[in-house]
């Protein structure tokens, strides 16, 4: 009877132990899916934060000799962090640590603009500091599924002129980026 008694305790705790450990792992993923949202928000929050910054970055990934020599020197830095930002997610992704829901919610942002002409400049100059299969991935991105950030407020003036907001991917893709405003003091 003891031996029994003792069995069951032992297969209670077992159990109990799982449900810690399942506990403990969903709370892990939890966390690590709120980190990598936290920092595409801090990226985009960062960017919005600075007047001139978000048409540099607009106009760098279509085109990246347009800028002058401060203007490039800005959006280095800030394709860095882009696409480091967007890296940490894909790893996680890779590694299960985030759901697919996840990554496919935010990777056609990323492929938006790391199929730009300016963004595959820029990425072909830093190759090494980016991991290799990310890289990988990037080629294989589809860009035309979301309009590049500069032509969004040009969909919403067609709606208004009673036209239909979806133009064709190729359309949109083609059209330049606005100028960049004059940030010289």
Known sequence: MAEAIGAAAVVASLIYLALQIRSGAKAFKTEYRDAAMRSLMEWSHH???DK??????????HDFQSLDERDRARLVHTMYSFFKVYENLYLHYLDGVIGCELWEANSSVLATYSTQPGAQ???SLRQK?????????LKTLDGSTM????LVSRL???EEAGAEASAPADV????PPPPVPNSSP
């Not at 309009?147 to 500069?150: N, S, Y």
Request: aromatic share 16%; net charge negative.
């Open 121 to 123: 400049y820029f990425l």
């Open 129 to 137: 500091a980016y991991d290799p299969g990310f890289l990988e991935m």
């Open 172 to 175: 949109l893709r083609s059209a």
């Open 52 to 61: 001139d910054l978000p048409w540099i970055f607009q106009r760098g990934c």
């Open 156 to 158: 919403a003036d067609t």
């Open 147 to 150: 309009a590049p950030g500069h």
């Open 47 to 49: 960017v919005m934060g």
